[in-house]
């Protein structure tokens, strides 16, 4: 059995998340900063813990880790286009976390990240393709404020040499059934909810994941397959 703690665990990819995790027979807390979605998530079996990401402090969440002692910690808070914004949560909460990761002694993290994800003066990665260039500037143009976040976060987390982290990036997110996968250096396509959250929970028992980022997009692949793949490989996605 693996303790997850979730952060920001009323999201659809953490709700799909917290089902497969129970159903597998793991213990899952999930953190939640209103009681908004508190009894779907007990349906699924999770553990609540009412805690305002935006509010709360690093001793907050240190004392919160304390307490719950995870094996895994799994950041999937997000603004979601709404306030107090991405600078909030999805930068300056994902650093707090890293604090209290840190002086609570957690080790491993799994953060949800966004692809293509990168500091953009440093070129094209070297996968891309015309299309993949041509929906990255289309979605940067869109979103820049929360890729802007999203790197940041990431750029702080390489920083952070006591935490064992794995940095999940998937596409356009879809509420389509979860099916094949693709990971590791991908293009620039969609990811069903279930399938990031099967990914997700598959890197949580899987050796060898640790430093990596790594993209996820619906596929041809089985998801044992494509993680053995990246494993063996070492194919890291980041491009700070």
């Known amino acids: ?25 793991h ?11 508190s009894e ?5 079996g ?14 907050d969440l240190t004392s919160l880790f304390t307490k719950v002692n995870p094996d895994v910690v799994i ?21 707090k976390v890293f ?43 869109a979103i820049p404020t929360y890729l802007d976040a999203k790197l940041k976060a990431e750029i702080e987390l390489h920083k952070r040499k006591q935490l064992q982290f794995t940095v999940v990036r998937p596409g356009g997110l879809t509420l389509e059934p979860a099916g094949k996968v693709q990971l590791g ?11 990031v959250a099967q990914v997700i929970l598959a890197i949580s028992t899987k050796k060898g994941t640790e ?7 619906d596929g041809e692949g089985s998801i044992e397959d494509e993680l053995n793949k990246v494993v063996e490989d070492g194919t890291d996605a980041w491009t700070g």
């Open 211 to 217: 430093g990596l980022t790594i993209d996820v997009m």
């Open 46 to 59: 999770a553990k609540i813990h009412i805690l305002s990401l935006e509010d709360a402090s690093v001793p």
């Open 27 to 37: 213990e899952v807390h999930s953190v939640i900063r209103n009681d908004g979605h």
């Open 75 to 95: 950041f999937a808070a997000g603004a979601g286009g709404k306030p107090p914004g991405p600078e909030v949560i999805d930068y300056q909460g994902a650093v």
């Open 1 to 25: 059995m693996v303790k997850f703690i979730v952060i920001g665990g009323g999201g659809k990819v953490a709700q799909h998340f917290t089902k497969q995790a129970v159903e597998a027979g």
């Open 99 to 141: 604090d209290a990761m840190e002086s609570s002694n957690r080790k491993r993290l799994i953060l949800i990240g966004a692809v293509d994800v990168r500091t953009r003066d440093k070129g094209w990665p070297e996968w891309y393709d015309e299309d993949d260039k041509s929906t990255s500037d289309k979605v940067w143009k």
């Open 185 to 195: 250096k991908t293009h620039l396509k969609q990811t069903s909810r279930e399938l």
């Open 40 to 44: 779907e998530l007990k349906k699924l």
